[in-house]
Nanobody, 117 residues
């Protein structure tokens, strides 16, 4: 069973940057990968997604500030987050669609991002 491991979360002040990484236990070639986040008391939401061909899409509120990328050679995706805002606070989860056409997806354990003064 594939596993995803996130890293890079932390606490920063508004306007600062963080980089998140997610490493898979198997190849991600051909796999759609994504970052989600969940703020306290809110539903989990899609932040950014990258297709097998490198096409990306983003949550409207993070466009221009966040960048998702993938490195298939290292079985890794990243999320570069700039100009962070307090509303970006939450647990960030990596997701991989390793069984296309199936409702089954794989989640990482999550990494906390806190943005506050």
């Amino acid at each position: 069973q594939v596993q995803l491991e996130e890293s890079g979360g932390g606490s920063v002040q508004p306007g600062e940057s963080l980089s998140l990484a997610c490493v898979a236990s198997r190849s991600i070639v051909g796999i759609v990968m994504a970052w989600y986040r969940q703020a306290p008391g809110k539903q989990r939401e899609l932040v950014a997604r990258i297709t097998r061909g490198g096409i990306t899409d983003y949550l409207e509120s993070v466009k221009g500030r966040f960048t998702i990328d993938r490195d298939n050679a290292y079985r890794k995706i990243t999320l570069e987050m700039n100009n962070l805002k307090p509303e970006d606070t939450g647990v960030y989860y990596c997701q991989g669609d390793f069984v296309p056409g199936s409702p089954t997806v794989t989640w990482g354990q999550g990494t906390q991002v806190t943005v506050s003064d």
